[in-house]
């Protein structure tokens, strides 16, 4: 059973337009979720991080849109470009009971493709 | 600073086989992490290592042993490899920060592993 659902699997977009993912999540534990990119052959890196004490974030052409009581979080791609063609993955962990170690669970990750 | 590094990029292995995966890092941080990555399922945590001389079992650890030989290395072990373990293995690391200090993990460029 995924503790986080992505949608959609794959996407593809003009360059210009807005890119949107979605993510939903069931365990209330989850307070940190992180959005990771990852482009071909290489490991994923972080892109940006949301607590559910804010409804939005926004660093740069990306935002994190985030509805508690839905238990769903969203990540926009403003004005998107090629080099933003990648596969993302949405994140969550909940505090830990250990000293240290933060446990992620992602999401299935999306393909988004930006066409030139 | 070389980040993180795994050793081999790319490994093909017949059914029965063991081998081991490399990982080090070099940003002295305590908390590393062990994923696998297969197609629609995001990344799964295989094992983790919160500290050095500790280490816990992830979402799906069964057929893997691991070994935090010290603070900048953490090996993953098959032991009789699957033809399901067939995938993309990541290791990664964090300070381990917990509570509202939630920390970056910082991921390697993986290992291909094709069990026949």
């Known amino acids: 059973q995924q503790q986080v659902k992505q949608s959609p699997q794959s996407l593809i977009v003009q360059k210009g337009g807005i890119s949107i993912i979605n993510c939903a999540y069931e365990n209330t534990a989850f307070d940190y979720f992180p959005w990771y990119q990852q482009f071909p052959g290489k490991g994923p890196a972080l892109l940006i991080a949301?607590?559910?004490?804010?409804s939005e974030k926004k660093e740069g052409r990306f935002t994190i849109s985030f509805n508690k009581s839905a238990k769903q979080f969203s990540l926009h791609i403003m004005d998107s470009q090629p080099g933003d063609s990648a596969t993302y993955f949405c994140?969550?962990?909940?505090?830990?009971?250990?000293?240290?170690?933060?446990?992620?669970?992602f999401g299935g990750g999306t393909r988004v493709l930006v066409k030139p | 600073n070389a980040g993180v590094t795994q050793t081999p990029k790319f490994q093909v292995l017949k059914t029965g086989q063991s081998m081991t995966l490399q990982c080090a890092q070099d940003?002295?941080?305590?908390?590393m992490y062990w994923y696998r990555q297969d197609p629609g399922m995001g990344l799964r945590l295989i094992y983790y290592?919160?500290?050095?001389?500790?280490?816990d079992k992830g979402e799906v650890p069964n057929g893997y042993n691991v070994s935090r030989l010290n603070k900048r290395e953490f090996s993953l072990r098959l032991e009789s490899a699957a033809p399901s373990q067939t995938s993309v293995y990541f290791c990664a690391s964090s300070d381990g920060g917990r509570g509202r200090g939630r920390s970056e993990q910082f991921f390697g460029p993986g290992t291909r592993l094709t069990v026949l």
């Open positions: 290592s919160a500290s050095e001389g500790t280490t």
């Open positions: 994140a969550a962990t909940a505090p830990s009971i250990k000293a240290a170690g933060n446990k992620l669970t």
């Open positions: 940003m002295n941080h305590n908390s």
């Open positions: 949301i607590r559910p004490d804010v």
